[in-house]
Structure formats: C-alpha cells, structure tokens
C-alpha cells in the first residue's frame, strides 16, 4: 500500500468533513465511515470495517481512534496520520475558540435549545451506528446471541465492557460464530 | 483547603505546557475502558486544576461541541491554561499514546489478520461490539422515550434515514438540525409565561 497525494487528500477532506458532524461524538459518524469507507468508495468490505470498529472498543484510548485503523489500511502511516489528525484537529480548534466564550452563553436560552435539539439527533446516530455494525457482523444465529447477550449485559449490570469482549473473543475462537 | 465549594478557584498551581502534556499522557496510558473517569480523577481529585463544578461545565461544552468529546476536552482545558500552545501540548498528550496503540493494531491486523485464530476471534468481537453499542444508545435513549415531546420522534427518524435508508449524513442533519432545534426551542421551559 503506497500512499499516493490523491488518496491522502481524499482522506483529510471527508474525515475532517465528519470530524465536524460528529454530533455528540465519534460513535455518532460510524455510519458515514462506514458508507464512505465501504459502500462509496470500496476501501474495505463490511467485515474488515467490523473488524476495526471491535478493534477500536477492545484497544486503550477514546472509540474514536477506529479512524486510525481506518487510514493505515487505505494509505498507510501516512493515512492514519491523516485520518488521525483530521478528525481530532478541526474539532479541537473550535473547542479552543470556543472554549472561551462558553461562559457568556452557557446559559442563554438559544443555547440551551440548540442542545435540546441536537442531542436527539445524536441519539439517533449512534441507533444508526447500531444498526449498520448488527448487519455487518451478525451472519450466525450464534453472532447475533452475542450480541443480544453483550448488549443485555452491558445496560443492565455494571461489569467492564472488556470482560465482554474477551468472552466474545474465546466464543469467537471456537470457530462456530 | 476546606471540603465545601464556595473557593471558585482550585488549591493548585496553574499547570505547565509540560504538566499538560505529561497529564494527558498518563491518563491515557490508564485508559482501559474510557478515559473519562480517569481524566476527572487526575483534574479534580488529584490535581485539582479544577473544581467539580468547573469539570462538568468543561464537559458540557465538549459534549455541546461535534466530534470526539475527549479531544475537544483537551483543547478546551490546555487553552484555558495558556491558550492555543497549551491546549496543542494537552491534545498532543492525549493522542500519542492511543495513535501509537492504534497504529500497532494495525500493522498486526493488517499481517495477521487472515490467520484463522485471529478471524475467528475477530468474528466472535464484532457481534459483541456492536452489542455495546446497543446498550449505549439504549441508555441514552431511554429517558428520552419516557417523557414527552418531540425528541423521541427526532430519535427514530435520523435512525431511520441514516442506519436504514442510508442518506448521505450531511444532507439529513442539513434538514434535521434545524427541525430538532426549532422544535426544541417551542417547547422551552420559560420561566415568565
């Protein structure tokens, strides 16, 4: 894989596009990673996408380091650099002129509103996420009880999410899922 | 320093380009399973840089801004500290550590991930993942669903535009951004009728 100057462009425009978009966080863009990434452009197929997003929630660090994985594997060191630091930079820019001002109108009701509105819709995204990796991964009767079994457990105990995924990943290995 | 908040603000120093990015740093290094908890503990309890309440209205502007709340975290924090430098050493901090990590996952996977053990494991996490997933908007969802109004409706139709119809995302918060906030806003608690 050498990463040519098209491709590294094409990267850095849609990530820091979607970097912007992120309404309410990374998990909120899944589904346009996933459409862009698999569907638009044929960067990867569904199971490498799922592969990567399982990757992303089992490693260290924020979700949102799935970009990373996502541009090594398109271009490279240079593409996940790229990818990295268009989803992280742009963001991190507006926080820190916004970050100045947030208390003049942290308590306006325009403020106030904006938030009430966009939090639905971020809700939404992430159900969309949900929707788009269920349909990726579950090919097997046996996939899709893990994820009911992962999902159930996850909203009503408390246990580490890693837990979780380390007994997915033994269930995995038995080679019938 | 007494236990109460009426000190608006926090006992220690105000950090360091250096004590920024080594912050960051050791948070992530501790990061299994979100660094949220763990970027509260180092500010508030350990620190203390901020107050509680000052670390909840941090977050709130990170949650209110788009893109990955964590990272915005960092800018927001540094830059207050001491402005675009700092908030560069507390978002480099951050991301050194996750992007190193990330990096080797794909280097490994992008060799090994076709080795049998390795794909059977991987089709084991997947399901599982998105499993998470689907306890995280549940949790979110749910009050949401409980009280009236319109943002349950919002809830299931950009579900349904965006994880079913599949529309392009810019296009559909094009129109329903405005929709949400519009709507938001006419149901606005007012306190003078």
């Known amino acids: ?177 | 320093m007494s236990e109460t908040d009426a000190s608006p603000s926090p006992a220690a120093p105000i950090p360091s380009h250096a004590d920024l990015f080594l912050a960051f740093f050791k948070i992530t290094l501790s990061g299994f399973g979100g660094t949220l908890p763990w970027t509260r503990r180092m500010f508030v309890e350990k620190k203390r840089w901020l107050t509680a309440e000052e670390f909840n209205n941090v977050y709130a502007l990170c949650q209110f801004l788009p893109g990955p709340n964590i990272v915005n975290l960092t800018a927001v924090f540094g830059s207050r500290m001491h402005g675009a430098t700092g908030a560069l050493a507390a978002w480099t901090g951050f991301l050194i550590v996750p992007f190193c990590v990330m990096l080797a996952a794909g280097v490994l996977y992008e060799r090994y991930g076709q080795v049998e053990a390795v794909r059977h494991a991987l089709s084991g996490i997947a399901p599982a993942a998105a499993g998470l997933i689907i306890a995280t908007v549940a949790k979110m969802a749910a009050p949401m669903f409980r009280s009236f109004g319109p943002a349950p409706i919002v809830v299931l139709v950009t579900a349904f535009a965006i994880g079913l119809m599949r529309w392009p995302l810019f296009l559909v918060l094009l129109v329903l951004v405005p929709v949400s906030i519009g709507l938001a806003w006419r149901m606005r608690p007012r306190t003078q009728p």
């Not at chain 1, 425009?13 to 979607?18: E, G, H, N, S, Y």
């Not at chain 1, 990567?52 to 929630?57: P, R």
């Not at chain 1, 660090?61 to 790229?82: E, K």
């Not at chain 1, 001002?101 to 938030?115: E, G, L």
Request: glycine share 10%; aromatic share 8%; proline share 4%.
């Open chain 1, 1 to 177: 894989m050498k990463a040519d100057g098209d491709i590294l462009v094409t990267l850095a425009i849609q990530f820091a596009i979607m970097s912007l978009l992120a309404l309410g966080g990374a998990n909120a863009v899944v589904p346009e990673m996933h459409r862009q990434a698999v569907e638009l452009r044929g960067w990867m197929n569904d199971r490498e996408f799922t592969d990567m997003f399982a990757m992303s929630q089992a490693a260290p660090g924020p979700n949102v380091m799935m970009v990373t994985l996502i541009g090594y594997h398109v271009a490279g060191f240079a593409g996940a650099l790229v990818t990295t630091l268009a989803m992280c930079g742009p963001t991190a820019v507006l926080a820190h002129f916004l970050g100045r001002t947030w208390d003049r109108f942290k308590d306006a009701p325009w403020r106030v509103a904006v938030q009430a509105g966009v939090v639905p819709i971020s809700v939404g995204l992430v159900g969309a996420s949900a929707i788009i990796l269920t349909r990726a991964s579950d090919h097997s009767w046996l996939a899709v009880a893990i994820t009911l079994a992962t999902a159930a457990t996850a909203f009503w105990t408390r246990w580490n999410p890693l837990w979780l995924i380390g007994i997915a990943g033994l269930a995995g290995l038995t080679g019938l899922v």
